[in-house]
């Protein structure tokens, strides 16, 4: 203390006061400074007998770095590592090139200065944004051939092709002024969308056709293209009112499924508005203009023909089996009902971007040299795989990854673009291997574009989340479940969040015993703390850069636990007591964190399935371990990525029921019958029959993009039942009903 309080006192600078001089008052200060290391070996000391002796004198004052208590490494090299975030109102593409250039520019200034570009973000999304793109310009390519070869003349894909252009520029002023940005989403909306801007010029210029007399002139083009847009006009005006009411629930959900696909529902919409107002106006206009000729022996007449044909004879009798057919129907619905109760479910797919992201634990309190070497095993590992382009490493508070002293360090490892393997191949090998490991417990998953808190996880993890109001009671069933688990063949890498306690000295200071002393016990202990640790006693200002001073003990005064029980502590009287009379001093177990969930104490218990495992083993696990620990006292919590699937989930169930019903009221006005409608509304169930059975077949589970693939689906299969039925009144006026039904179809 009395070197802290002679290092505090002749460091100063304070005001005195003013005086006066001549006509002006002047400020008065007093004060010493030591800002070299040589001034503060000569601050002197006021012993008790009144002699003076300078700080060089019982003090080693030298100048020094912080202990390591960090590691961070790039490619086996030390690092330092910097990361950057944009801010809520700036995108990663403008921020990438800002930090570019601003790197470079160092770099000019030190030529000296090696720097490495890890992880850039805004790669990925341009990458994104170039693939959608192309997918962009093949997809109207594609529609463009795909005319041509139904109608025969280049002039009638002309024709779709021109709508095409015109509908997405249309969309992009409403994007813009709506405040929508270019991104993956809207640009993949903008490809969702030309498929459907497409289907209202198809039906209009097929219209046009019909109504065109063969050898007729410019007047007769004119009519037929008047006339045939009207014909269909009730019908793609329906059309899209449907397929906008599909899509405008979209914009109303909340959570993370509204902040994706808002964009995507309004990106469709103007999409659809757009292309029926250019099928109304522009396709008509061009078909006057290019004047079409539909052939009659096109490249794909023959099939067609053949699948009219068949689809006649085929109608013909199914109409005379009715019966069989409605019962055959309902039971490939049930059926399909059933196989989507067998699909998995994942909250977003994961795509393959090539990096591994392995976290290590080591035991806690583990020296930093110990872990060090456990580290260099892991880097020596995962550098022998062929498909490894590079990695980081991070434990401590080094690198992008913080674990503000904890005893986890995380490896990221990016693999080659050329790579032989799949990245989950290279996952599921290294899990084999490195979770072997006896002396740390590491767990590994594979990073995907959209996040880590979009990932589900794999499908070999298991997680469960226990909570209870009694601690004690919540540490036994933990502890006995991993034991349980630790036993099984079917499981592995089984650990619980409350296991690794980390072992510390306690010192209890007695109050009656440091009052009868003279000291409290807060005033014992802040004399002990500053004898381990030391204490800052003042900081000096060199070269404009400020330099903590600190006073300490020789490092290995107090490394062991005898010496911290052979500490003397002053007392108030000028007396001096051992810290063993007023102390017990012993080792104790406490764990690393204490996590609370609604007021409850909350554990998790980890792991992964073996080779052995089979698509039973976690319902097994839960019946045969986890549910005989639950009691009144403890039970079971819903993980975080179960919970928000299931929000997520919930939330577009509802967006796909709204639009349902929004369908159903917009064909009510438009049909004035509900009979049409109900009939129109059957083939919503009918559609996942195939739905289901293939996601079945390539084993796809259901997320939220397939999801939003069957609100799509719904709006695709009323817009094909509306054109049905508004066709199948049409020909009623020349037809019977029954010639009528299959003409409609063919």
Not at 582 to 598: C, H, L, V
Not at 704 to 724: E, Q, R
């Amino acid at each position: 203390n009395t070197i802290v309080a002679a290092l505090k006192s002749a460091d100063f600078s304070m005001p005195i006061g003013s005086t006066s001089v001549g006509n002006k008052d002047l400020s008065v200060t007093s004060g010493t400074s030591f800002d070299t290391m040589e001034l503060l070996k000569k601050i002197p000391i006021t012993l008790g007998n009144g002699n003076i002796i300078y700080m060089e004198d019982v003090a080693n004052i030298y100048n020094t770095v912080e202990a390591k208590d960090s590691i961070g490494r790039y490619d086996g090299k030390d690092t330092m590592t910097i990361g950057v975030k944009k801010n809520q109102d700036s995108d990663h593409i403008t921020v990438s090139k800002a930090v570019q250039e601003t790197m470079q520019t160092l770099k000019a200034q030190d030529p000296s200065l090696e720097y490495v570009v890890v992880n850039d973000y805004s790669d990925q999304i341009s990458n994104s944004l170039k693939s959608v793109f192309q997918t962009m310009i093949m997809a109207v390519i594609i529609a463009m051939f795909i005319i041509w070869l139904f109608f025969g003349d280049i002039k009638a894909s002309l024709i779709v092709g021109t709508s095409i252009p015109v509908s997405i520029l249309a969309a992009l002023i409403l994007m813009k002024a709506i405040g929508f940005t270019l991104n993956v989403i809207t640009l993949s909306s903008l490809v969702l969308g030309v498929g459907m801007m497409v289907d209202n010029s198809i039906v209009v210029l097929e219209s046009c056709f019909r109504f065109t007399d063969k050898g007729g002139g410019f007047v007769e083009t004119r009519k037929a293209a008047i006339d045939g847009t009207a014909a269909v006009l009730e019908s793609i005006i329906g059309g899209t009112v449907t397929t906008c009411v599909v899509f405008i629930p979209l914009a109303l959900i909340s959570g993370m499924s509204g902040q994706m696909f808002k964009p995507l529902g309004f990106t469709i919409v103007f999409c659809m508005i757009a292309s029926l107002i250019s099928a109304m106006t522009l396709v008509p206009l061009c078909y006057v203009y290019y004047r079409p000729k539909e052939k009659e022996n096109t490249p794909a007449s023959g099939i067609m023909r053949a699948l009219q044909n068949g689809y006649r004879s085929l109608m013909e009798k199914l109409l005379k089996k009715k019966a069989r057919v409605r019962g055959t129907a309902v039971v490939l619905v049930i059926f399909s009902l059933f196989l989507a109760t067998k699909l998995k479910t994942e909250l977003m797919p994961a795509d393959d971007q090539g990096t591994i992201a392995a976290t290590i634990e080591t035991q806690p309190g583990l020296k930093i040299e110990e872990v060090d070497k456990i580290l260099q095993r892991a880097e020596n590992y995962v550098t022998q795989d062929p498909d490894l382009d590079s990695y980081m490493l991070s434990y401590g508070s080094s690198g992008l990854s913080m674990n503000m002293g904890g005893s986890g360090a995380t490896l990221t490892a990016y693999l080659k673009d050329d790579r032989g393997r799949k990245t989950d191949q290279v996952l599921k090998e290294w899990k084999r291997d490195m979770q072997k490991w006896s002396d740390c417990s590491v767990s590994l998953e594979s990073q995907s574009s959209l996040g880590s808190g979009m990932s589900m996880g794999n499908a070999e993890d298991l997680e469960y989340i226990l909570v209870s109001t009694q601690y004690d009671d919540l540490k036994k069933a933990s502890d006995e479940i991993v034991s349980e688990l630790q036993k099984r063949p079917d499981a592995t890498n089984i650990h619980s969040s409350l296991e690794n306690s980390a072992p510390l000295v306690k010192i209890n200071v007695d109050p009656v015993k440091a009052a009868a002393e003279g000291l409290s016990p807060t005033a014992g202990a802040s004399h002990v703390f500053m004898m381990v640790s030391g204490t800052t006693a003042t900081t000096l200002n060199v070269d404009v850069n400020d330099i903590d001073v600190k006073v300490e003990y020789a490092d290995d005064e107090y490394d062991t636990i005898d010496k911290l029980q052979g500490i003397v502590l002053p007392t108030a009287t000028g007396g001096s007591v051992a810290l063993m009379d007023i102390a017990d001093i012993g080792f104790k177990d406490s764990p690393q964190s204490i996590t609370k969930s609604d007021k409850q104490y909350q554990v998790t218990i980890t792991g992964t399935l073996t080779e052995g495992a089979d698509s039973t083993t976690k319902d097994k696990i839960q019946k045969e371990v986890i549910d005989k620990y639950l009691s009144g006292t403890i039970s079971m919590q819903e993980n975080t990525s179960t919970k928000m699937m299931n929000e997520e989930f919930a939330s577009l169930g509802q967006a796909i029921a709204t639009a349902v019903f929004l369908v159903f009221v917009v064909m009510a006005a438009q049909f004035e019958s509900p009979k049409f409608s109900i009939m129109v509304m059957t083939t919503i169930p009918f559609a996942l029959i195939g739905s289901f059975l293939f996601l079945w077949l390539v084993d796809c589970p259901i997320s939220m993009t397939s999801l939003l693939g069957f609100l799509m689906l719904v709006g695709t299969v009323v817009n094909n039942g509306i054109l049905y039925v508004d066709t199948a009144n049409q020909y009623r006026a020349t037809m019977d009903f029954k010639e009528a039904v299959i003409e409609a179809g063919a």
